[in-house]
């Protein structure tokens, strides 16, 4: 599908301001993370795996600091690091699971993992940082479904173990604040409980 290309600014430029649009306010009352295993094809193309990541990186973040990296893994790559974590599967609490887990992360056509990689700052909290990384998650699963595509954002005990994280090339006080898997769900997905807002929101004069 040919779609006209994203718009782009100079520093410094001014915005559109935003527009009532019905169709976004379905498309959020109706946004649903896909079961990471259900993902098949089609994925995005090369081109549009730009646009995903352009939008995806056009998050908040306190000071200017990008204190994130994103790392597109291909099939390949993924097929790769699921045979390494492999060995380190049976040496979780509960093995038989943690190697079933490793599906979610050869699923997808295309996942693309966010890395929290918090900078020295005098001025920003490392949390405000590392919450930037996952503005960069959600923002990223909001273009994959602009684009059409659903999209789940999971993170699983690989993200946590220190040696996966070696295999994964993350180290030096980086966090995996994600893995955004994207593709195709063949079957709707189902509501899952919502919080019932009288419980969660306080409104003050
Ligand atoms: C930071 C983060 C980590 C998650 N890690 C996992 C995970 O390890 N395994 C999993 O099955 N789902 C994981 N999820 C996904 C949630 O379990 C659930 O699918 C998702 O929040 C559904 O929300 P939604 O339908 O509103 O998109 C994670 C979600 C977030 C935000």
Redesign the pocket.
Known sequence: MTRPALPRFALGDPLPAPTSSDELRLRLAT???A??QALTEPGPSAEEIGDILTLGARSPDHGKLFPWRLVVLGRQSRAELAEALTPLAALQPEPNKAKA?LG?LTAAPVTIMVVSAPVPSQKVPEWEQQLSA?AV?MNL?HAANALGYSA?????WY?YDPQALDILDVGGGEQV??FVHIGTLAEA?LE?PRPDLADRVTWRP
Do not use: L, M
């Not at 789940?152 to 699983?156: C, L, M, Q, R």
């Open positions: 946004r649903r993370s079961p990471a887990v979610k996952g998650c699963e789940s954002w999971i993170t699983d993200s604040a994600g997905p899952r």
